[in-house]
Nanobody
Framework: QLQLVESGGGLVQPGGSLRLSCATS????????IGWFRQAPGKEREGVSCISAKINSTKYTQSVRGRFVISRDDAKKTVYLQMNNLKPEDTAVYYC?????????????????WGQGTQVTVSS
């Protein structure tokens, strides 16, 4: 059974950092592209970042470029999202998603499997 489980969310002050983890099981991560998405209250889900399989190329939405870093450790079956210099507008539920292709994308329709999400709240 394919599973993705996010962790690492929480409450952080503006300017702070968090590292989200997406632990995977039930499939061979090295063959899958992984994306991170977020959904704030009253807003549509948006693609934040993604990392391709094998070549490890990455993509970021403009609002997080230079602040967030995505990485993967296929041996640990985990993908990470390091979030620095967090802003109140980063507040959302963050989801990781997997697709059985090498190249990643930032559209949620690109992905077949989803985690349950982890809440990130940026507030003073």
């Amino acid at each position: 059974q394919l599973q993705l489980v996010e962790s690492g969310g929480g409450l952080v002050q503006p300017g702070g950092s968090l590292r989200l983890s997406c632990a995977t099981s039930g499939f061979t991560l090295e063959y899958y592209a992984i994306g991170w998405f977020r959904q704030a209250p009253g807003k549509e889900r948006e693609g934040v970042s993604c990392i391709s399989a094998k070549i490890n190329s990455t993509k970021y939405t403009q609002s997080v470029r230079g602040r967030f870093v995505i990485s993967r450790d296929d041996a640990k079956k985990t993908v990470y999202l390091q979030m620095n210099n967090l802003k109140p507008e980063d507040t959302a539920v963050y989801y990781c998603a997997a697709r059985n292709r090498y190249i990643c994308g930032l559209l949620d329709s690109d992905y077949d499997y989803w985690g349950q999400g982890t809440q990130v709240t940026v507030s003073s």
